[in-house]
Every structure is written in C-alpha cells, then in structure tokens.
C-alpha cells in the first residue's frame, strides 16, 4: 500500500487512478487531504479539507472509500449570524470496469484511467448540511420587535400592542 498527498491544484478530487488497473486484485493506494480550501464547481466552498481516499484494484473495479471532514460557512437558523459548519462524509463506490459489472450507480472507469471525485464529493458534503443548522444550542435568536440579535444584546420593549380581538383573552390571563 502507497501513500500520497494530494498536491495543491485546482481539482483535488480528480485522481489519475489508471496505474491501479494493472496492479494485482486487493493492491490500494492512499491519498492523503490537507487542503486549507477547496471550491467544487459549481457552488461549494470547503475550508480545511482533511482525510483520506483509499482506491482498492478489484476483480469488477476500483473500489473508491472516501472519509474526509471540512467546514462550510453558513447562516444561523436562529440569529441569521454566519458561522463555519464542520461536515463529515464517509462512503463508499465502485468505478466499475464494464458496464455488467457495475453497480447501481452506473459509475465506469474512463479508459482516460482519471476520475473526478468531485461531484460525489460535493453530494455527499451537501448532504450532510443540516436543515437548519444553528451557531450554538443556546443561540438565543433575532428579538421579534426590533430584529437584534439577542446573543450580542438585552432588548427591554414594552408590552406590544394586543390584537384587539385577543384583549379578551388577556383579560383571563391577567385576572388569574
């Protein structure tokens, strides 16, 4: 098993694997990120790529693990504040070397012996973004009346106007 930093260039996830064909079935080959920033066409920039993708020669194929953490910079769902987010991915695919050996996915070896790791990459980094991701869990949020963020400051507003058709049911509350 060798071991390889990916050098600094414009497209980390593209890999010349097409020496790998012709090794023995069960030879491997590391490459190791360290990557201070990554942009993934079309819209996805990572911040401190690390980790590793492993190539495996195989009877059907190169079998591809990937395992790598990054950040991305995102909005707070509560604050609207934009904080770095760490993502992690971890997942497994088979470059297939014909069309009957591959799997569901469909993914075949280029005779150009390069693939583009990329835009499995950028999926699965996606993918692992939460649905509303929030700087803390003690985020405290926007203040409904004035928008300020109530993490940096203490808003004292007066009682807000009630609706006047729910006066009537302040008037029980008030009266307990």
């Not at 920039?45 to 492993?54: A, E, K």
């Not at 195989?58 to 950040?71: F, I, N, P």
């Not at 963020?149 to 509350?173: F, G, M």
């Given at each position: 098993?060798?071991?390889?930093?990916?050098?600094?260039?414009?497209?980390?996830?593209?890999?010349?694997?097409?020496?790998?064909?012709?090794?023995?079935?069960?030879?491997?080959?590391?490459f190791?990120?360290?990557?201070?920033?990554?942009?993934?066409?079309?819209?996805?920039?990572?911040?401190?790529?690390?980790?590793?993708?492993?190539?495996t020669?195989?009877?059907?194929?190169?079998?591809?693990?990937?395992?790598?953490?990054?950040?991305i910079?995102?909005?707070?769902?509560?604050?609207?504040?934009?904080?770095?987010q760490?993502l992690?991915?971890?997942?497994?695919?088979?470059?297939?070397?014909?069309?009957?050996?591959?799997?569901?996915?469909?993914?075949?070896?280029p005779?150009?012996?390069?693939?583009?790791?990329?835009?499995?990459?950028?999926?699965?980094?996606?993918?692992?973004?939460?649905?509303?991701?929030?700087?803390?869990?003690?985020?405290?949020g926007?203040?409904?009346?004035?928008?300020?963020?109530?993490?940096?400051?203490?808003?004292?507003?007066?009682?807000?106007?009630?609706?006047?058709?729910?006066?009537?049911?302040?008037?029980?509350?008030?009266?307990?």
């Open positions: 098993m060798a071991n390889n930093t990916v050098s600094k260039n414009t497209n980390p996830f593209r890999l010349n694997v097409g020496f790998i064909v012709s090794q023995d079935v069960g030879y491997s080959r590391d190791e990120y360290e990557e201070p920033s990554v942009h993934i066409d079309p819209d996805l920039d990572l911040i401190d790529v690390n980790g590793r993708i492993r190539l020669r195989t009877a059907k194929g190169l079998l591809v693990k990937v395992d790598l953490t990054a950040e910079t995102v909005e707070c769902g509560r604050c609207l504040t934009y904080f770095p760490p992690e991915i971890d997942f497994t695919e088979l470059y297939a070397f014909s069309p009957k050996t591959a799997t569901e996915d469909g993914l075949l070896l005779e150009s012996g390069r693939i583009d790791l990329g835009p499995l990459v950028r999926e699965e980094m996606l993918l692992s973004v939460p649905i509303s991701p929030f700087c803390s869990p003690e985020c405290r926007l203040c409904p009346i004035c928008g300020e963020n109530l993490n940096e400051t203490v808003c004292n507003h007066e009682d807000e106007s009630i609706d006047p058709r729910l006066a009537v049911l302040k008037s029980l509350l008030d009266e307990e």
